[in-house]
């Protein structure tokens, strides 16, 4: 099959109203952050929470008048979506559980080799089952044991245990803290006995490139931060699962202007890619600020080929090795990455803190740009739920006046 020839234009067009950033049909409400999740199959979860956690950054951007309830109702009263590994530690929907029972299956035969921690889930089930949610905190099993990333108490250890084999699922979080239950109370039986629909491993491995693509809108065959979490696929795996979706007519190559590499887009996405290639195609621009690990952003060679825009999240990065700062936000504004910034929360003044702020190359700062500016950080300081603007940094002359409109805002 011959591949689409779009322009560079068109491609970050498309990705952007793939993601419902830039299109006259924003996703809207619970009902439009269902819709999201499952158009790109999963929000990657981060405990961090220096101006939100990471999921509710996502859909601030996507969803008019997001607030964090909503999604925890989702999540721990409707259901509807729960916390799982995927793309690492993810939220995806209910409906998915079936998917992913090999890795639960893994999950139990690590368990089976830790006789140590599988000894106690007889006891650790019936304190559940008769005295409802806990976390590790209600477990007395305070014995340190090795753990996936470092040595930790044997309550934690055995809650996360079941936790991955399916047994439990997070009942609801304290902050960060996981709260268990079991997950017959929560799940429906015909959920939790559903057989997996990729017997196969190779079935599996086109399943999970198909999602992949899906979750950014296109993707090529290169090794990247976009594939993270899909255990045992290497890249003889994906390779071959790419030619056999090719072969099936479930993915579709692209060829965009000024990137060389084949990419790839989902065939059920087409629709989507013939309305932006449309003519009198439009969109109202507006300005918004992405979350350091969104779906947009997943893979950051492609987004520095396509956008021109080299994002690294450098929190884990010692203080001496960082270009910008600990946890700095991109900022687009219409199709064009325009700046980045270091946020910072002051709850007490109810101020949003810009520690720092950096302007892209090229970007020239016009009435136009600031209107839209101006408009996406109110609607950002709305989630926030603050109410005005403090510059922390100390700028010259120059990027005071380009910043002007920042110091100014307060919200409605």
Known sequence: MAARMVTNEQAKNFLLAHHGLLTANRFEGKAGILAYVERVGCLQFDPLNVVGYNQELVLQSRIPGFRSEMLNELLYTDRVLVDGWDKNM?????????????????????????????????????????????????????????????PTRLSRAVLESLY???????????????????????????????????????????????????????????SGDAWLGISGMKSKERTHAIAQLQDKGKIVPLQVEGIQKQLYMRAADLPLLTK????????????????????????RRLIKELFDFDYRWEVYKPLQERQYGYYVLPV????????????????KKKELVIKNWWWEPGITVSAQMVERLSEGFRQFMDFLGVKSVRLEAVFSPEQQEDLTWLAALSSE
Request: proline share 6%; hydrophobic share 40%; with cysteine.
């Open 164 to 222: 991955f084999t399916g047994d439990l699922i997070v009942h609801h979080k304290d902050r960060t803290r996981k709260v268990y239950d079991l997950s017959n109370r929560h799940l429906p039986a015909e959920l939790l006995l559903a057989a997996d629909p990729n017997l196969a491993e190779e079935a599996y491995w086109e399943w999970y490139v198909l999602r992949r693509m899906g979750g950014i809108g296109f993707l090529w065959n290169m």
């Open 276 to 299: 932006v290639l449309r003519e009198d195609y439009s969109y109202p621009s507006r300005a918004f600020i992405l979350a350091p690990l969104d779906n947009l952003i997943w893979d």
């Open 332 to 347: 687009m504004c219409g199709n064009r990455f325009a700046a980045r910034f270091e946020p910072g929360l002051d709850k």
């Open 90 to 150: 993810s939220i995806y929907r209910r409906e998915d559980w079936p998917y992913f029972t090999r890795l639960r299956r893994a999950a139990a035969a690590r368990l089976e080799a830790m006789p140590h921690v599988n000894e106690i889930v007889p006891q650790v089930i019936e304190t559940l089952s008769a005295g409802g949610p806990l976390s590790s905190g209600g477990l007395d099993y305070n014995q340190v044991v090795d753990w996936s990333w470092a």
